[in-house]
């Protein structure tokens, strides 16, 4: 199975900051890297696929990055709906794995 | 607009089957597979398996390929999870994910989850 890691774990900010976010995968992925935004109670929701590409709706302030194993999520100046758990996951190979989450928190 | 509207909350028993739905409302039901994800309490998300309405074809985590079956009513445009022999570490909440294939994969579209509790 691919592996994959994020880091940090957990991470607090204040609204208006960049934060950026990273996720390696223990094998290479191409670009095959999504990223989901969980909120409490709520299902996750779509932010990026294939590493770099926003789906529809999601605010111009994400962004991603990254190919073969190394990939991050940044937002660019965070809003107060912005504090959640955020996930990558690869589609590369079954199983699709996902990174164990990293909680972004209000300083 | 796209829905995944899945059933209620369940609690079983060590050992129990519990089948959790998922009915898609707001496109054409054939033309996206759907995987299932689950959540244990204060955990992440973990894939389940994945199945294509359009023909059946399934493909199931190791972890859980020996208990669990994904199936697939067109007539209702429903999908189903059974998971068989539950056990305590099975208690999570389960989602349905509509997953957009192709060479591109992505689960564009989540049900609201279901809550299975495993307690004797």
């Known amino acids: 199975d691919i592996q994959m890691t994020q880091s940090p774990s957990s991470l607090s900010a204040s609204v208006g900051d960049r934060v950026t976010i990273t996720c390696r995968a223990s094998?290479?992925?191409?670009?095959?890297l999504n990223w989901y935004q969980e909120r409490p109670g709520k299902a996750p929701k779509l932010l990026i696929y294939?590493?770099?590409v926003l789906q529809s709706g999601v605010p111009s302030r994400f962004s991603g990055s990254g190919s073969g194993t190394d990939f991050s999520l940044t937002i660019s100046s965070l809003q107060p709906e912005d504090f959640a758990t955020y996930y990558c996951?690869?589609?590369?190979?079954?199983?699709?794995?996902f990174g164990q989450g990293t909680k972004l928190e209000i300083k | 607009q796209v829905q995944l509207v899945q059933s209620g909350a369940e609690v079983k028993g060590p050992g129990a089957s519990v089948k959790v739905s998922c009915k898609a409302s707001?496109?054409?039901?054939?033309?996206?597979?759907f995987s299932w994800v689950r959540q244990a309490p204060g955990h992440g998300l973990e894939w389940m398996g994945w199945?294509?309405?359009?023909?059946?074809?399934?493909k199931y985590a190791q972890k859980v390929q020996d208990r669990v079956t994904m199936t697939t009513d067109t007539s209702t445009s429903t999908v189903y999870m059974e998971l068989r022999s539950l056990r305590s570490d099975d208690t999570a909440l389960y989602y349905c994910?509509?997953?957009?294939?192709?060479?591109?994969?992505?689960?564009?579209?989540w049900g609201q989850g279901s809550l299975v509790t495993v307690s004797s």
């Open positions: 994910a509509r997953e957009n294939g192709g060479a591109i994969i992505y689960f564009d579209y």
């Open positions: 707001g496109y054409s039901f054939t033309t996206y597979g």
């Open positions: 199945i294509s309405p359009k023909n059946g074809n399934t």
């Open positions: 094998q290479s992925i191409s670009r095959y």
């Open positions: 294939v590493a770099s």
């Open positions: 996951q690869q589609t590369y190979g079954i199983p699709r794995t």
